[in-house]
């Protein structure tokens, strides 16, 4: 299957861990010197719940290794969740 990174803004991304969905994706982080995609950035939540659209350090990155399977409808991705909150800090 090809894709086009623009086709990818309107796939939903799904945590497999709990099914939520955690939103489109916001940004594409990519390593240029290697040539390779580190990652997906989502708009991040906040303690509240709340989508976060104003504070870029609450943007969650997902690492390329954590995504699990692109579909034609979804991207899962496997993510540590910490009491029905995302942890930021997924390194």
């Not at 692109?70 to 979804?74: A, K, Q, R």
């Not at 899962?76 to 993510?79: G, R």
């Not at 910490?82 to 909150?85: D, E, I, K, T, Y």
């Given at each position: 299957?090809?894709i086009?990174i623009s086709?990818?803004?309107?796939?939903?991304?799904?945590?497999?861990?709990d099914?939520?969905?955690?939103?489109?994706i916001k940004?594409?982080?990519l390593?240029l010197?290697?040539?390779?995609?580190?990652?997906?950035?989502?708009?991040?939540?906040?303690?509240?719940?709340?989508?976060?659209i104003?504070?870029?350090n609450?943007?969650?990155?997902v690492?390329w290794?954590k995504?699990?399977r692109?579909?034609?409808?979804?991207i899962?991705?496997?993510?540590a969740t910490?009491?029905?909150?995302i942890?930021?800090?997924l390194g």
């Open positions: 299957m090809i086009k086709d990818l803004r309107n796939l939903e991304i799904i945590n497999a861990n099914g939520k969905r955690l939103g489109p940004d594409i982080e390593d010197d290697k040539g390779i995609i580190k990652g997906i950035i989502l708009p991040g939540i906040n303690g509240a719940g709340l989508l976060s104003f504070s870029k609450d943007d969650l990155i690492p290794d995504i699990i692109i579909g034609i409808d979804v899962l991705v496997d993510v910490q009491q029905g909150n942890k930021n800090n």
